[in-house]
């Protein structure tokens, strides 16, 4: 019998990039409001620098299970929520590229998603035959 915790997962990941999604569209929707608002600094989901500090922390600690391991080099991982942060006046061409990027990321996870959940349906139904 399968793994439940294969399909867990695969799901799971990819309603939490849904959610980053829907969150960037937020952002960017923020900064298309505001294109004439004088003053207003562009905003932009920084999942990377929320990576960078998050290997930074001292959450977790890798530990060598095997001599024959490489060695964890002090190396730890911790979670945060990706932030916004100020990138400077609004360029219209720029935001419109990135509402064009996420929005097509967004459709490309939900097609595979509904793929998954196809290939799903199928095997339950023809395990029930």
Avoid: C, W
């Amino acid at each position: 019998m399968a793994d439940a915790s294969v399909f867990d997962r695969t799901i799971g990941l990819m309603k939490d990039r849904l959610s980053l999604n829907s969150l960037n569209q937020k952002v960017i929707s923020g900064n298309l409001a505001n294109l004439n608002t004088p003053g207003y600094a562009a905003k932009e989901l920084s999942f990377d620098k929320a990576l960078r500090e998050s290997l930074e922390d001292q959450v977790l600690q890798m530990v060598r299970s095997n001599g024959g391991h490489l060695a964890p080099d002090d190396l730890t991982v911790a979670m945060r929520s990706p932030e916004t942060v100020e990138t400077g006046p609004v360029d219209l061409d720029q935001e419109m590229l990135k509402l064009s990027r996420n929005s097509i990321e967004y459709q490309l996870i939900v097609g595979l998603l509904n793929k998954k959940f196809a290939m799903m349906k199928q095997a339950i139904g023809e395990g029930a035959q």
